[in-house]
């Protein structure tokens, strides 16, 4: 069964990792988004969005602490 996976983090090396093993593992539908501060214009955390098999290791790699599911946790990592 395929599940969506939808995480935040502020670790630019780690979500391109995520970002690249996911792709090696089968997902689909990846996706890498930055986002930035709408008055300040910095950059502020990467969203990665996939795909993939609810067996994947590209999801349980996602659980050493970098990634949150909630985007206003972001603070508090």
Sequence with gaps: ???SIDVYTKNIDAALNAFKFAIESG??????ISNENYETRKFEYLNLV???DHKS???SMLDNGLFVRDVNEI???
């Design 75 to 77: 603070g508090n990592r």
């Design 1 to 3: 069964m395929k599940v």
């Design 50 to 52: 996939f795909e993939v």
């Design 57 to 59: 290791e590209a999801i």
């Design 27 to 32: 997902a689909t539908s990846a996706r890498l």
